[in-house]
């Protein structure tokens, strides 16, 4: 396989010996270096309960975490101390999304208010 214009730039980032050996692979085995790549980035993330917990604008009540999604009850800060028992509890949908840059950051869906 020849490298394409596109690509010179990133295989001027690899080491020649690791460009050299993906270039011998064939499209199932490269299928699985994709693969093998993906879940080493992910284990390298901090756990998604770590990361809600830091970005949260609000009072996590409680993390409910799915392989695909995670559900979070939290008050929000404006909803203040006052009987806080009977305040609503915000629920959100969050999920972790990889932007066009590579980079990656959670995502958050209000899912609506709900009494507990």
Known sequence: MT???DESPLT?????FLVERLDTLEPPELRMVHKYVEQRLES???PIEEQIR?????DVLSIETDRIYTLVKMRS??????????????????VRERHPDGEEALHWSFLGD???
């Open 3 to 5: 490298p394409s214009n």
């Open 12 to 16: 001027n980032q690899l080491p020649d």
């Open 44 to 46: 390298m993330h901090p």
């Open 54 to 58: 830091e970005e949260a604008a609000g």
């Open 77 to 94: 800060p404006s909803q203040g101390e006052s009987n806080a028992d009977s305040q609503p509890v915000s629920l959100y949908h969050v």
């Open 114 to 116: 709900i009494q507990e």
